[in-house]
Structure formats: C-alpha cells, structure tokens
C-alpha cells in the first residue's frame, strides 16, 4: 500500500513538473507571478559573483587544467553523455582524466567520497556519478574544491579535470567552460522560479563552447568562425546498443528491435527530462504501450516495477545504474554516446588546456 501511495505522489510531481515547464518555456499566469521572486534571485546572484570577483570570497585553483561542462537551463540538457565522450577522447589523446561532482540525491558528508569502475554504486555518490565512474575516476561533495582534492590524493596520476556540472559553482576556478543546452534554449529567458535558468543568459556570451543538444537526427554547420568565443556546436545523441541489465549483453539497436518486435514494452525514465528518451525510442521505430515518466534522480525500488505486466521494461542507462541490484531478465537500458557537428571539437578543447 505504501509503495502504491509513493508511486501516486512520484507521478503528481512528475504532473507538476509537466506544467512548470510549459510556463517556463513560453510564459503564463504563474511565471508572470513569480517574476519578483526571480528578480531577487537575480540581485542576489549579482552581488555573489561581485564578492568573488573582488576577492571578498575565496577561489580554488588547481594543480591541473579544469573543464567546467553545465549548463544555465535547469534539469537535463545532456550533459552525462558530453562528459563521458570528453573523458574518452582525452584519454585517447594521452591525459589522465578525473571527474568531479556535486553527487545529487545523496548525502555526501564532510569528507567527499570517490569511486571508479563498475563497482561504484549510485547510492553513495549519486546515479550520474556512478554512471561516469566507468569512464574515469571520480569524486563528489558539493564543494568542488573539497572532491577535486580528494581525487588527486587518490588518483595522483590525474592531469585534467572534468567537473560534471558547477557552472555556477564560483568557488573552483576553471580553465574551459562548457554550456550544454537543448532545443529549448533558453526559455522564457526568466531566472528561476519565474523562468528555468540558473542564472542570467548574459553568462552564454562568457564561455568557451556552447553545445546544442539536437533532439532530431540532423547537425546544423558550425555556427562560428574559428577565433569566435563562445564556440557553437551541434550535438545529438546517438543509441549504440541495448544492453541487458542481468546478463550484459548487448544487440544493434536495429536488431533489438527486430527482435523484439512482438513483445511489450514499458518505457521508463527518470531523467532531467524524459521525453527526450521517449522521442529517441520512438525515432528507432520503438512504440512502448506504457510511457513512464520519474522525477530526476529518482530512487528506485523492485516496488516501482511490480504493477508492470509488460515483457520487457526499457530504461535508460542513468535508471538502469540503480536498478542493478533487482533486475532480472525482462530489464533492458539504452546504451548512447554523444557525436559532435565539429570534428575539431575535441582539438579545441586540448589547445585551451595547453
């Protein structure tokens, strides 16, 4: 009874959250309300920026080149594919990457906590932590300094850092910034909560590359000359392969589907924003009988799942990673990765930490 009452109040929210971002992507009664209160916000934001800048409150700065990847809209824009695919092309390169993180949906504590490879578990530093720990060591604590540290003690070979997330964290200083956004750009261009950005749109104009998470299949060029700053890049997400989360095996998206063309399915996702899942299955020809939606980082238990009939339940990689220690044979993850409209993409970012 207990699971069924949390379930009701998980999809209220996810309701909720629906309607929220209707009026933060177009205006309405209630973002027009609220425009006060993001108006504080705003001054208040200001004034923390000033106190930094005029060394009223303190900076960190690493032994090692920093690459700040956030963003200015709040919820998901795509960020955990871009730092993984970073991770990789890096190591390719020849650097020795690390990853720091706020670790959302945990309680850190005073120390920061640090996990690498497949043994990282999500309720200790968070689902998308535990899901880049397989790219590169990582640490998480809200105060970035604090996780950055923490890794090097661990990880002394580490000579980059990628911080997932922190844009607006002031405190760390970085040497590459990166805004990953969607097709929603920026809104109702508003502050939260009249508006969904983090901060002011003016912060757009002072980065390095702006990445734009494409929700179709087609890049647009390059936006920028070559010395412009901020850099524009398209990017998508592409599916790689569906993996069982029992037995690991992974099938060619096409074959999946073929595969499996006859069976149920209930698509699920817990994610900043879910319908990006939803629109990725629909664009592999994949058409579930239930949709899904979870609150982000939502904590799943084998109760979420009991009230589903359906042969298989399809998730994305970020839920799969908490749903390990219940899953059986009928539980299924979209495996993806990020590519980039700039081939010199990856380039331009080791000419800036040089």
């Not at 003690?153 to 956004?181: C, F, K, M, S, W």
């Not at 790689?240 to 996702?269: C, G, M």
């Not at 359906?310 to 990673?321: F, P, Q, S, V, Y």
């Amino acid at each position: 009874m207990k699971s069924r009452t949390q379930a009701s109040d998980k999809h209220a929210k996810s309701n909720l959250s629906t309607q929220l971002q209707q009026q933060w992507q177009s205006g309405g009664a209630l973002s027009t309300a609220l425009i006060p209160l993001a108006m504080l916000n705003g001054a208040i934001q200001k004034l923390r920026k000033r106190l930094y800048q005029n060394g009223f409150k303190s900076t960190y700065k690493a032994p090692c080149p920093v690459i700040v990847v956030g963003n200015i809209y709040v919820g998901g824009t795509g960020k955990t594919p871009v730092v993984a695919a970073i991770c990789e092309a890096l190591k390719n390169k020849g650097f020795t990457p690390g990853i720091i993180s706020r670790g959302y949906g945990v309680k850190i504590g005073k120390a920061a906590r640090v996990a690498a490879g497949a043994s990282a578990k999500a309720e200790l530093i968070g689902d998308e932590p535990a899901l880049l720990a397989q790219y590169a060591p990582i640490a998480v604590h809200p105060k970035r300094a604090l996780a950055l540290k923490a890794l090097l003690r661990q990880y002394p070979e580490t000579d980059v850092i990628i911080a997932d997330d922190g844009l607006q964290h002031l405190a760390l200083q970085r040497d590459v910034e990166i805004v990953v956004q969607d097709e929603r750009g920026i809104g109702n261009a508003r502050l939260l909560p009249a508006g969904p950005l983090r901060e002011s749109a003016t912060k757009l104009a002072e980065v390095d590359f702006i990445l734009t998470n494409r929700n179709h299949r087609h890049f647009h060029k390059t936006l920028s000359p070559n010395d412009s700053k901020p850099y524009h890049v398209d990017m998508r997400i592409i599916p790689s392969a569906f993996v069982n989360l029992q037995s690991y095996e992974e099938v060619e998206p096409s074959l999946w589907q073929a595969q499996h063309r006859q069976r149920s399915i209930a698509a699920v996702a817990g994610i900043g924003n879910p319908q990006r899942f939803f629109n990725s299955l629909k664009e592999l020809h994949i058409s579930p009988q239930k949709l899904l939606p979870f609150p982000d980082h939502y904590a799943y238990s084998a109760a979420d799942f009991v009230h589903l009939h359906e042969d298989i339940i399809l998730m994305t990689e970020k839920d799969a990673i908490k749903c390990r220690d219940f899953a059986y044979e009928r539980f299924w993850f979209l495996k993806v990765r990020a590519e980039f409209s700039d081939s010199n993409f990856f380039e331009r970012i080791e000419q800036l930490i040089k």
